[in-house]
């Protein structure tokens, strides 16, 4: 079992920054894949971005690349998400994930545990 605590989010105009950050505790949290995914209502959760658990690689959706960093420090079981010139169509619930499938790292079925989700919202 693998818990996932998320701090982080708000409201920002478009074109401004926020930091997102996901806590993992548990069973050897830094096992696992820990990444990012959103949900903006009415659409599927979708992929942001992922470390795989020694930091070798991240990897990161199309739409968010050049914009968005994401961090992982396993000496605290601890990733972040830098996100700057966020759009309002980035308005969503984001949720960190702790997955096990560093070949479907995209793949919101191979991520086993979920934290609740913070709410971003980007307004025009």
């Known amino acids: 079992q693998v818990r996932l605590a998320q701090i982080g989010g708000g409201v920002v105009q478009a074109g401004g920054t926020l930091r997102l950050s996901c806590t993992a505790s548990?069973?050897?949290?830094?096992?696992?894949?820990l990444g990012w995914f959103r949900q903006a209502p009415g659409k599927e959760r979708e992929f942001v971005a992922t470390s795989t658990h020694d930091v070798a690689n991240i990897y990161y959706g199309d739409s968010v690349k050049c914009r968005f960093t994401m961090s992982r420090d396993n000496t605290k079981a601890t990733i972040y998400l830098q996100m700057n010139n966020l759009k309002p169509e980035e308005t969503a619930v984001y949720y960190c994930?702790?997955?096990?499938?560093?070949?479907?790292?995209?793949?919101?079925?191979?991520?086993?545990?979920w934290g609740s989700g913070t709410q971003v919202t980007v307004s025009p």
């Open positions: 548990g069973r050897t949290p830094t096992a696992y894949l």
């Open positions: 994930a702790a997955g096990w499938s560093a070949v479907r790292y995209n793949d919101r079925k191979y991520y086993d545990y």
